[in-house]
Protein backbone atom coordinates (compact mmCIF):
# COMPACT_ATOMS: atom_id res chain seq x y z
CA UNK A 1 0.00 0.00 0.00
CA UNK A 2 1.63 3.52 -1.45
CA UNK A 3 0.88 6.50 1.11
CA UNK A 4 1.32 9.89 -1.09
CA UNK A 5 0.87 13.19 0.58
CA UNK A 6 1.79 15.62 -2.82
CA UNK A 7 -0.90 16.25 -4.96
CA UNK A 8 1.26 15.87 -7.98
CA UNK A 9 2.38 12.55 -7.13
CA UNK A 10 -1.00 10.92 -6.53
CA UNK A 11 -1.83 12.87 -10.19
CA UNK A 12 1.57 11.10 -11.71
CA UNK A 13 0.15 7.80 -10.16
CA UNK A 14 -3.38 7.65 -11.12
CA UNK A 15 -2.22 8.50 -14.30
CA UNK A 16 0.14 5.53 -14.45
CA UNK A 17 -3.09 3.17 -13.58
CA UNK A 18 -4.73 4.63 -16.13
CA UNK A 19 -1.87 4.33 -18.41
CA UNK A 20 -2.45 0.35 -17.46
CA UNK A 21 -5.87 0.38 -18.56
CA UNK A 22 -6.94 -0.08 -14.65
CA UNK A 23 -10.15 1.70 -13.10
CA UNK A 24 -9.95 3.36 -10.29
CA UNK A 25 -12.32 3.38 -7.24
CA UNK A 26 -12.27 6.28 -4.93
CA UNK A 27 -13.10 6.79 -1.57
CA UNK A 28 -13.04 10.24 -0.36
CA UNK A 29 -12.68 10.65 3.65
CA UNK A 30 -11.79 13.04 6.59
CA UNK A 31 -10.28 10.09 8.56
CA UNK A 32 -11.05 8.35 11.90
CA UNK A 33 -12.83 5.54 9.45
CA UNK A 34 -15.28 3.22 11.11
CA UNK A 35 -17.39 0.78 9.66
CA UNK A 36 -19.72 3.46 7.02
CA UNK A 37 -15.72 3.84 5.20
CA UNK A 38 -14.92 0.80 5.05
CA UNK A 39 -17.82 -0.53 3.87
CA UNK A 40 -16.83 2.21 1.00
CA UNK A 41 -13.58 0.93 0.64
CA UNK A 42 -14.89 -2.82 0.15
CA UNK A 43 -17.23 -1.69 -2.69
CA UNK A 44 -14.46 0.45 -4.50
CA UNK A 45 -12.57 -2.77 -4.27
CA UNK A 46 -14.79 -4.87 -5.68
CA UNK A 47 -15.71 -2.87 -8.40
CA UNK A 48 -12.74 -1.35 -9.56
CA UNK A 49 -8.64 -2.60 -10.39
CA UNK A 50 -7.52 -0.09 -8.17
CA UNK A 51 -8.71 1.47 -4.65
CA UNK A 52 -7.59 4.91 -3.77
CA UNK A 53 -9.16 6.65 -0.54
CA UNK A 54 -7.92 9.95 0.52
CA UNK A 55 -7.92 10.93 4.23
CA UNK A 56 -7.98 15.07 4.50
CA UNK A 57 -9.96 17.03 7.19
CA UNK A 58 -10.94 19.85 4.62
CA UNK A 59 -11.03 23.29 6.65
CA UNK A 60 -12.68 25.01 4.23
CA UNK A 61 -16.10 22.74 4.72
CA UNK A 62 -16.18 23.58 8.45
CA UNK A 63 -18.03 27.02 9.64
CA UNK A 64 -15.61 29.47 11.53
CA UNK A 65 -17.47 28.07 15.19
CA UNK A 66 -17.75 24.18 14.14
CA UNK A 67 -15.26 21.43 14.84
CA UNK A 68 -12.25 21.59 12.68
CA UNK A 69 -9.62 21.96 15.14
CA UNK A 70 -11.07 18.70 17.07
CA UNK A 71 -12.59 16.94 14.78
CA UNK A 72 -11.52 13.58 15.48
CA UNK A 73 -8.03 12.03 13.76
CA UNK A 74 -6.41 9.17 14.16
CA UNK A 75 -3.81 9.10 11.12
CA UNK A 76 -2.11 5.67 12.49
CA UNK A 77 -5.54 3.57 12.99
CA UNK A 78 -6.62 4.55 9.82
CA UNK A 79 -3.44 3.13 7.94
CA UNK A 80 -3.79 0.24 10.03
CA UNK A 81 -7.67 -0.22 8.80
CA UNK A 82 -6.85 0.24 5.37
CA UNK A 83 -3.70 -1.83 5.14
CA UNK A 84 -6.03 -4.53 6.37
CA UNK A 85 -8.88 -3.96 3.04
CA UNK A 86 -6.03 -4.23 0.89
CA UNK A 87 -6.10 -0.18 -0.19
CA UNK A 88 -3.62 0.31 -3.01
CA UNK A 89 -2.93 4.01 -2.39
CA UNK A 90 -4.13 6.45 0.33
CA UNK A 91 -3.81 9.85 -0.50
CA UNK A 92 -2.98 12.33 2.49
CA UNK A 93 -2.25 15.70 1.37
CA UNK A 94 -1.63 18.50 4.06
CA UNK A 95 -3.23 21.83 4.09
CA UNK A 96 -0.66 23.70 2.41
CA UNK A 97 -0.53 21.49 -0.92
CA UNK A 98 -4.12 21.55 -1.34
CA UNK A 99 -4.30 25.32 -0.33
CA UNK A 100 -1.43 26.94 -1.29
CA UNK A 101 -0.98 30.76 -0.94
CA UNK A 102 -3.39 32.59 -3.77
CA UNK A 103 -5.49 29.66 -3.69
CA UNK A 104 -8.82 31.49 -5.03
CA UNK A 105 -10.92 29.19 -6.42
CA UNK A 106 -14.27 27.91 -5.62
CA UNK A 107 -17.02 25.44 -6.65
CA UNK A 108 -20.82 26.10 -5.69
CA UNK A 109 -23.91 24.28 -6.63
CA UNK A 110 -26.52 27.05 -5.89
CA UNK A 111 -29.94 25.98 -4.28
CA UNK A 112 -29.43 22.26 -3.44
CA UNK A 113 -26.67 23.24 -1.04
CA UNK A 114 -28.98 25.81 0.79
CA UNK A 115 -31.35 23.35 1.52
CA UNK A 116 -31.90 21.02 4.53
CA UNK A 117 -27.88 21.25 6.45
CA UNK A 118 -26.91 24.16 3.67
CA UNK A 119 -29.84 25.93 5.34
CA UNK A 120 -27.30 25.54 9.07
CA UNK A 121 -23.82 25.51 7.72
CA UNK A 122 -23.61 28.41 5.35
CA UNK A 123 -20.56 27.64 2.97
CA UNK A 124 -20.24 24.23 3.99
CA UNK A 125 -21.15 22.38 0.79
CA UNK A 126 -19.12 24.90 -1.42
CA UNK A 127 -16.11 23.74 0.38
CA UNK A 128 -17.44 20.35 0.06
CA UNK A 129 -18.08 20.79 -3.59
CA UNK A 130 -14.42 22.69 -4.06
CA UNK A 131 -12.33 20.15 -2.38
CA UNK A 132 -14.39 17.32 -4.26
CA UNK A 133 -13.42 19.10 -7.22
CA UNK A 134 -9.89 19.03 -6.51
CA UNK A 135 -9.62 15.08 -5.37
CA UNK A 136 -11.40 14.17 -8.29
CA UNK A 137 -8.87 15.85 -10.54
CA UNK A 138 -5.98 14.74 -8.73
CA UNK A 139 -7.07 10.84 -8.39
CA UNK A 140 -8.94 11.12 -11.79
CA UNK A 141 -11.11 8.09 -10.74
CA UNK A 142 -13.61 6.31 -12.92
CA UNK A 143 -16.26 5.81 -9.89
CA UNK A 144 -16.67 7.83 -6.79
CA UNK A 145 -17.90 5.84 -3.53
CA UNK A 146 -19.85 8.03 -0.90
CA UNK A 147 -22.39 6.92 1.78
CA UNK A 148 -25.89 7.93 2.01
CA UNK A 149 -25.53 8.89 5.45
CA UNK A 150 -24.94 12.16 4.22
CA UNK A 151 -27.65 12.02 2.04
CA UNK A 152 -27.66 15.84 0.86
CA UNK A 153 -24.00 15.40 0.07
CA UNK A 154 -24.20 12.94 -3.02
CA UNK A 155 -27.22 14.85 -4.10
CA UNK A 156 -25.21 18.21 -4.00
CA UNK A 157 -22.18 15.64 -5.63
CA UNK A 158 -24.33 13.98 -8.51
CA UNK A 159 -25.18 17.68 -9.20
CA UNK A 160 -21.34 18.93 -9.87
CA UNK A 161 -20.44 16.01 -11.84
CA UNK A 162 -23.38 16.46 -13.89
CA UNK A 163 -23.55 19.87 -14.74
CA UNK A 164 -19.98 20.03 -14.91
CA UNK A 165 -19.38 17.07 -17.18
CA UNK A 166 -17.37 15.42 -14.83
CA UNK A 167 -16.66 11.85 -16.81
CA UNK A 168 -17.03 9.86 -12.93
CA UNK A 169 -20.09 7.72 -12.18
CA UNK A 170 -21.41 7.91 -8.52
CA UNK A 171 -22.11 4.86 -6.13
CA UNK A 172 -24.23 5.86 -3.02
CA UNK A 173 -23.65 3.02 -0.57
CA UNK A 174 -26.32 2.15 2.44
CA UNK A 175 -25.93 3.85 5.62
CA UNK A 176 -24.17 1.16 7.92
CA UNK A 177 -25.03 1.52 11.44
CA UNK A 178 -24.93 0.16 15.27
CA UNK A 179 -26.78 -2.56 16.70
CA UNK A 180 -29.50 -0.02 17.90
CA UNK A 181 -29.55 1.99 14.63
CA UNK A 182 -27.30 4.82 15.54
CA UNK A 183 -25.87 5.73 11.66
CA UNK A 184 -22.02 5.32 12.37
CA UNK A 185 -20.49 8.39 12.32
CA UNK A 186 -16.89 9.95 13.27
CA UNK A 187 -18.79 12.51 15.05
CA UNK A 188 -20.11 9.97 17.48
CA UNK A 189 -16.82 9.89 19.28
CA UNK A 190 -17.90 12.88 20.89
CA UNK A 191 -20.43 11.49 22.74
CA UNK A 192 -20.26 10.61 26.56
CA UNK A 193 -22.60 7.34 27.68
CA UNK A 194 -25.62 9.08 28.31
CA UNK A 195 -25.64 10.99 24.93
CA UNK A 196 -24.63 7.83 23.41
CA UNK A 197 -27.49 6.34 24.66
CA UNK A 198 -29.78 9.38 23.81
CA UNK A 199 -28.74 9.37 20.09
CA UNK A 200 -30.98 6.06 19.67
CA UNK A 201 -33.99 8.77 19.01
CA UNK A 202 -32.57 9.69 15.73
CA UNK A 203 -32.69 6.35 14.00
CA UNK A 204 -35.84 5.38 16.32
CA UNK A 205 -38.20 8.46 15.27
CA UNK A 206 -37.17 7.82 11.61
CA UNK A 207 -38.36 4.17 11.47
CA UNK A 208 -41.59 5.95 13.49
CA UNK A 209 -42.17 7.91 10.71
CA UNK A 210 -41.32 5.55 7.95
CA UNK A 211 -44.29 3.37 9.63
CA UNK A 212 -46.88 6.00 10.09
CA UNK A 213 -46.41 6.40 6.41
CA UNK A 214 -46.32 2.87 5.51
CA UNK A 215 -50.08 2.78 7.84
CA UNK A 216 -51.36 5.18 4.92
CA UNK A 217 -50.90 8.90 6.32
CA UNK A 218 -49.96 10.64 3.21
CA UNK A 219 -49.85 14.75 5.13
CA UNK A 220 -46.05 15.80 5.35
CA UNK A 221 -46.42 18.47 7.92
CA UNK A 222 -48.43 16.22 10.19
CA UNK A 223 -45.28 13.40 9.97
CA UNK A 224 -42.92 16.41 10.64
CA UNK A 225 -44.70 17.62 13.95
CA UNK A 226 -44.65 14.00 14.95
CA UNK A 227 -40.93 13.64 14.33
CA UNK A 228 -41.08 16.74 16.13
CA UNK A 229 -42.62 15.76 18.80
CA UNK A 230 -40.79 12.83 19.72
CA UNK A 231 -37.40 14.02 19.16
CA UNK A 232 -38.36 16.87 21.92
CA UNK A 233 -39.59 14.12 24.39
CA UNK A 234 -35.42 13.41 24.18
CA UNK A 235 -34.20 15.89 26.85
CA UNK A 236 -30.19 15.47 25.92
CA UNK A 237 -31.22 16.57 22.33
CA UNK A 238 -30.05 20.42 22.89
CA UNK A 239 -31.11 21.81 19.33
CA UNK A 240 -33.18 20.18 15.93
CA UNK A 241 -32.20 21.65 13.34
CA UNK A 242 -34.34 20.02 10.63
CA UNK A 243 -36.58 16.82 10.85
CA UNK A 244 -39.74 15.97 8.62
CA UNK A 245 -40.25 14.24 4.99
CA UNK A 246 -38.42 15.62 1.99
CA UNK A 247 -37.96 15.42 -1.88
CA UNK A 248 -35.11 13.41 -2.70
CA UNK A 249 -33.94 15.07 -5.87
CA UNK A 250 -35.02 18.19 -4.83
CA UNK A 251 -34.50 18.27 -1.05
CA UNK A 252 -37.63 20.39 -0.79
CA UNK A 253 -39.93 19.65 2.10
CA UNK A 254 -43.21 17.61 1.20
CA UNK A 255 -46.68 18.44 2.22
CA UNK A 256 -48.41 15.41 0.42
CA UNK A 257 -46.43 12.36 0.21
CA UNK A 258 -46.29 10.04 -3.18
CA UNK A 259 -43.86 7.95 -4.46
CA UNK A 260 -40.24 8.15 -3.23
CA UNK A 261 -39.53 10.37 0.03
CA UNK A 262 -36.68 11.43 2.02
CA UNK A 263 -37.31 11.52 5.79
CA UNK A 264 -34.14 13.24 7.81
CA UNK A 265 -33.48 14.60 10.96
CA UNK A 266 -30.39 16.91 11.91
CA UNK A 267 -29.87 17.65 15.77
CA UNK A 268 -27.60 18.07 18.35
CA UNK A 269 -26.92 16.23 21.37
CA UNK A 270 -24.78 18.36 23.81
CA UNK A 271 -22.49 20.51 21.02
CA UNK A 272 -22.59 17.74 18.42
CA UNK A 273 -24.69 17.54 15.24
CA UNK A 274 -25.84 14.60 14.06
CA UNK A 275 -27.64 13.88 10.83
CA UNK A 276 -29.19 10.36 9.57
CA UNK A 277 -32.17 10.16 7.15
CA UNK A 278 -33.81 7.21 5.23
CA UNK A 279 -35.48 7.12 1.72
CA UNK A 280 -38.91 5.61 1.24
CA UNK A 281 -40.38 4.34 -1.68
CA UNK A 282 -44.32 4.46 -0.94
CA UNK A 283 -46.86 2.18 -3.16
CA UNK A 284 -49.91 4.95 -4.25
O1 LIG B 1 -18.05 13.11 3.70
C1 LIG B 1 -16.90 13.51 3.98
O2 LIG B 1 -16.17 12.91 4.76
C2 LIG B 1 -16.40 14.82 3.36
O3 LIG B 1 -17.41 15.75 3.22
C3 LIG B 1 -15.66 14.60 2.02
C4 LIG B 1 -16.58 14.06 0.95
C5 LIG B 1 -14.48 13.66 2.23
C6 LIG B 1 -15.11 15.94 1.52
O4 LIG B 1 -14.23 16.51 2.43
Redesign the pocket.
Given at each position: MEIIRIPKVMQETSRKFLREVKTIGFV???GALHEGHLSLVRRAKQDNHVAVV?I?V?PI?FGPTEDFERYPRDIEGDIEKLRKEDVDTIFMPDVSSMYPEGFSTYVEVVDISERLCGAFRPGHFKG?TT??TK?LNIVKPKILY??QK?YQ?SVVIKRLLKDLDMDVDIVVCPTIREKDGLAMSSRNMYLDNEQRNAARIIYRCLIEASEIIKAGIKDGVYIKNIMFKKLKEEPLVSTIDYAGVYDPDTLVEINEIKKEILLAIALRIGNTRLIDNILLEINT
Open positions: PTMSFNQVVVLLGDQ
